[in-house]
C-alpha cells in the first residue's frame, strides 16, 4: 500500500492565483480531512469528508473548496490563495465508521504538501 | 469546545534519561486521546492512543502514556530517551461516544535529545 499521497511536494503561488492541492488514499478509508500547520498553532482542520459525496467544514474553512467524488481522492482547492495561506497542508485518512465520526481510529496522514503565496 | 494544552513548546533531554511530554486536555464528555510524532518534513505518525481501560498505555518505539482523569492529563513518557527521539510531538482530543466531534491538536512540543 501507498498510504496517503500527496501532490505537489512544494508550490509558490502569486496572490490570486488558484490551484488543487491532491490527496489520495488506497486504504479504502471512508474519513478524510485536510489540516494546515502554521508554527505555534498545531493542526488545524479545514474540512473533512466521512464518505464519497459527503463533505464539511473543520475549524478553518474560508477560502478553501473540497468535494469527495471517489472513495480514494479528496482534493483541496484553493480559489484565490492569499499570503494568509501560506502553510504546510497535511492530508490525513482513518477507517471511520458507516456514515460517521472516526472516534477511536488512528489517523494516516500524507507527507505533506508546502505552500507559499507571494 | 474541547481543546488541549501542551505548555512547552520544547523539551530538552539528554541520551540515556527519562523524558516526559505534558499534555492536559479539557472535554465536556468522555475524552479519546492521542499522540502523534512528526519527524522533520514527515508527515504525523501515531504513537500511542487512549480510549478506555487500563490508564498506562504502551504504544510505539518504546513510549508510553498515562491517562490521569483527576488532573485531565495525557503526559507521554519514555523511560530512556534516544537522540533519534528528537521530533515534534503532538497531543490530540477528541470527544468520547455519542459525540460527532473532530479531532483537535496541541500546538505541539519539539524534544530535543542530545548526547
Partial sequence: N????QTPKFQVLKTGQSMTLQCAQDMNHEYMSWYRQDPGMGLRLIHYSVGA??????????GYNVSRSTTEDFPLRLLSAAPSQTSV???AS???LAGGYPLTDTQYFG???RLTVL | AQSVA???DQVNVAEGNPLTVKCTYSVSGNPYLFWYVQYPNRGLQFLLKYITGDNLVKGSYGFEA???KSQTSFHLKKPSALVSD????????REGAGTASKLTFGTGTRLQVTL
Fill in chain 1, 2 to 5: 501507498a498510504g496517503v499521497t
Fill in chain 1, 53 to 62: 459525496g459527503i463533505t464539511d467544514q473543520g475549524e478553518v474553512p474560508n
Fill in chain 1, 89 to 91: 497542508y497535511f492530508c
Fill in chain 1, 94 to 96: 482513518s477507517y471511520g
Fill in chain 1, 111 to 113: 507527507p505533506g504538501t
Fill in chain 2, 6 to 8: 501542551q505548555p512547552e
Fill in chain 2, 66 to 68: 498515562e491517562f490521569n
Fill in chain 2, 86 to 93: 528528537s521530533a515534534l510531538y503532538f497531543c490530540a482530543v
